[in-house]
């Protein structure tokens, strides 16, 4: 997402490590990254994220608002947005907006790799199987290497657990991110 725009040092207050809460400064500015899924260029009325014409807000900023996009390969990569000062997270607005995402400054952030572990098996009762190999999830490890972390993921120490907001939570170690539990756990 992009817009002109001075940087400015927000302190949202989210779970920062497992049981506790903080709040730390935050660069706002005018490049930020955010996840693929949270934009959709066709969108029904039951999509409370980033869409064309439409307003959501920034976890812990402002209200934001795109008006066009740039497409590379067929692929999005890069949404224009307006956003409204008068709506920095805390402050009364006059109206709602339904659907919140959350962001990182392209500026200040840091890329890690993650490694995102589901599930060993793909059925809920593998031993009960007539053969348990071919219950193996075979993407029971994604690995990511285009995640974007606020710097302050370099201050937490390695065995040391975060939660991602609308992810999951992740154990810090040498080389990588690692998510232990994900917050959409299903055996469809």
């Known amino acids: 997402m992009l817009w002109e725009q001075e940087a400015a040092g927000l302190s949202p207050v989210t779970p920062t490590r497992v049981y506790t809460y903080g709040s730390r400064k935050v660069a706002f500015d005018g490049e930020l990254w955010i996840e693929r899924e949270d934009f959709k ?7 409370f994220r980033l869409k064309l014409g439409s307003e959501v807000r920034l976890k812990g900023a402002y209200v934001v608002s795109a008006y066009d996009y740039v497409i590379e390969n067929g ?21 709602k907006v339904k659907g919140t995402i959350h962001w990182v400054s392209r500026n200040h952030s840091v890329a890690k790799v993650v490694n995102e572990y589901d599930n060993l098996f793909n059925c809920e009762s593998p031993e009960k199987e007539e053969n348990i190999i071919d219950c193996v999830n075979k993407e029971s490890l994604v690995v990511n290497d285009k995640a974007y972390f606020e710097l302050a993921i370099n201050d937490i120490s390695i065995g040391e657990s ?12 040498k080389n990588s991110i ?3 539990v994900s917050l959409k756990e299903s055996w469809k």
């Open 41 to 47: 260029l066709e969108a029904d009325k039951k999509f």
């Open 75 to 95: 692929e999005v990569v890069e949404i224009l947005c307006t956003y409204d000062k008068m709506t920095k997270s805390g402050t009364p607005m006059d109206r």
């Open 162 to 173: 975060v939660q991602v907001i609308r992810k999951g939570y992740y154990c810090i170690d």
């Open 178 to 180: 690692n998510r232990t």
